[in-house]
């Protein structure tokens, strides 16, 4: 990755928008700390919307982000997540912060066509992440 | 400031720039995730005829979803019976519960599909692929659903009837060898669905493919006072009546945890 990166400054500096990227636009501090994020896998853009019959599409939730203290208001964090954070503090070398990381899952169900006539709804057990924290 | 260290997924090295993923990646990453989720291909003989909503096992299996499932499921949500609206199925209390517990459900339509050594009796007998379940999957019990029509031209047969299910072992020279499987009585006043409980068939279905030769009809005046009748001339719907009338079958099952790896 870093070397693609290198490659890519190089040849073409400005074919990204580094203002829209969290990790590198200097002002998105916020959006770098650990919280939820989406990624919205549309079954109706994918065109699978004739076989697929619901939903519409899944939200891909995930986590992401730093592990920094003080955290925000609503972001849970393990005790042992703050005592990784003081060790880090400590031995930033040797030790990673805490880890971001779905704190509660959810399932969802998928109904779709198994062939032309018979149909299947299945539930997909932790696949929804309802809420992020430090780890 | 100094680096800290190796982070599996959220170290952010200040001095890498990140790339936004391109188009076609993101595609990629979509179709990686359908695969987790054992969605990597649309179904077999789908391509140039997308199958049919509006027949009745996916209008069924969409009916749990939008009034007993609902979106936005959360594991620690009420059970499904205490929040489930009313449908067109007339989903009894036995149907709730066995939701509730269910990981997977799936419904099978009626096919007219000629088993080599059965006579073919028209409206009598009806046979359901199933061969996409999954043995290793737990099944907690499976119904066979009936339309029952009160619009029937040129009724002659009134009041009361027991309509039984048998599953059908073999027929040959005529004579048939049948296994009671469930039956239900019907008055013909009544339009809607009935419900039969076909469990113990599907189960022996599942672990014995081969002596899938279908279900056997057999409709009756309640007293018994005449001869059996055909399933049509008191209203119940074939599988070739209005699409969303049709019968079909529906199996309940508890996952065993196996996650199934399909080929890309």
């Not at chain 1, 779905?102 to 057990?125: C, G, H, Q, R």
């Not at chain 2, 002596?211 to 005046?221: A, D, F, I």
């Amino acid at each position: 990755q870093k070397r693609d990166a290198k490659r890519k400054k190089k040849s073409d500096a400005l074919s990204y928008d580094y203002r829209n990227n969290p990790y590198t636009d200097p002002g998105a501090q916020y959006s770098r700390t650990c919280k939820i994020q989406t990624l919205y896998v549309s079954f109706r853009d994918l065109q699978w919307q004739d076989w697929i019959i619901a939903p519409d599409g899944y939200d891909a939730y995930y986590c992401s982000g730093e592990c920094n203290f003080p955290l925000n208001a609503h972001m849970n964090a393990t005790n042992h997540a703050i005592v990784q954070t003081l060790v880090h503090l400590v031995s930033p070398g040797k030790v990673p912060k805490p880890c971001c990381a779905p704190t509660k899952l959810s399932a969802i169900s998928v109904l779709y066509f198994l062939d032309e006539s018979n149909v299947i709804l299945k539930k997909y057990k932790n696949m929804v992440v309802k809420s992020c924290g430090c780890h | 400031e100094r680096m800290s260290g190796l982070y599996v997924d959220n170290g952010f090295d200040q001095t890498v720039v990140h790339r936004v993923v391109s188009q076609r990646e993101k595609r990629e990453v979509e179709h990686e995730i359908l695969n987790l989720l054992g969605l990597p291909d649309r179904p077999r003989n789908t391509i140039n005829r997308p199958p049919q909503v509006k027949r009745s096992a996916p209008k069924f299996l969409l009916d749990i979803y939008k009034n007993a499932l609902g979106e936005g499921e959360d594991e620690d949500e009420k059970p499904v019976m205490h929040r489930h609206k009313a449908g067109e199925f007339d989903l009894s209390g036995q149907d709730l519960r066995a939701i509730d517990q269910s990981d997977v459900i799936m419904t099978f339509a009626a096919h007219n599909h000629h088993v080599p050594g059965v006579r073919h009796e028209r409206g009598k007998r009806l046979w359901f692929d199933v061969s996409d379940i999954p043995p290793e999957e737990y099944m907690i019990g499976a119904e066979l659903r009936l339309y029952h029509s009160t619009h029937v031209k040129n009724r002659k047969n009134h009041g009361s009837h027991t309509i039984t299910a048998y599953r059908v072992l073999n027929i040959e020279n005529g004579t048939r060898e049948l296994q009671y499987v469930d039956a239900i009585n019907v008055t013909s006043s009544k339009e809607g669905w009935l419900t039969l409980n076909i469990s113990k068939a599907l189960d022996h279905w599942v672990n014995n493919p081969d002596g899938n030769r279908g279900l056997y009809l057999s409709v009756h005046p309640a007293d018994r006072s005449a001869h059996e009748v055909r399933p049509e001339d008191i209203g119940i719907v074939g599988f070739r009546g209005d699409p969303d009338k049709q019968p079909f079958i529906v199996g309940y099952f508890k996952s065993s945890g196996v996650r199934e790896s399909k080929v890309r």
